[in-house]
């Protein structure tokens, strides 16, 4: 190790792991001359810095990106499980969105049998339309949402699990309903 590293290390040690800028700041106070590459490389062979670093998930070269050109041109579509606070027997949400104008259709359930969801979809048929196309979960890939989605030709994409950014506008509006219960709970 050189001087100029045990010199830094005392520093780091005296000033109780500052932040990069607060920490060159102070060296420079004491009368030391790092560049901040010298300060960069310093604090990134630090433990702190090691294990608070923010770990980004890697950007895949292309999303499969759900366009919708207009109004009831394309429809998400998911099932909130909500058991662990069921209220009256309620226990599902049936979440479906409009993609292109965010309008949300949501029902709460006592179950999530075939012929529940099949109103649901109908109902959400009524007040958006008819859509060309519903994206949804694997759980929606019965014989019975699809002799539906047949007769009203309505085209169907099923997500795959392993996929990163399934059907995400419907997800993020399960956060949000999920984050509202939670608030009307701690009341």
Known sequence: MTTH??????????YGYPSRDKFAYRLR?????????????FLAKQYAAQVMKQTKKPKPEEYSTVVSSEVGGSFQVDLIVYDRFKSNFYQ????????YS????????????????????????NKFGVPENINCDNEFNKNEIHTMADSLDIKMWFSDPEEINKNAVVERCNRTIAQMAASYRSI
């Open 5 to 14: 590293y045990i010199l830094m290390e005392q520093l780091y040690e005296k």
């Open 29 to 41: 106070r004491e009368g030391h001359n790092y560049t901040m590459k010298e300060i960069n490389e």
């Open 92 to 99: 599902y949400i049936f979440m479906c969105i409009d993609v």
């Open 102 to 125: 965010r309008y949300l259709y949501a029902k709460a359930l006592t179950n999530r049998r075939m012929d529940t969801l099949l109103t649901c979809f109908y109902d959400a048929f």
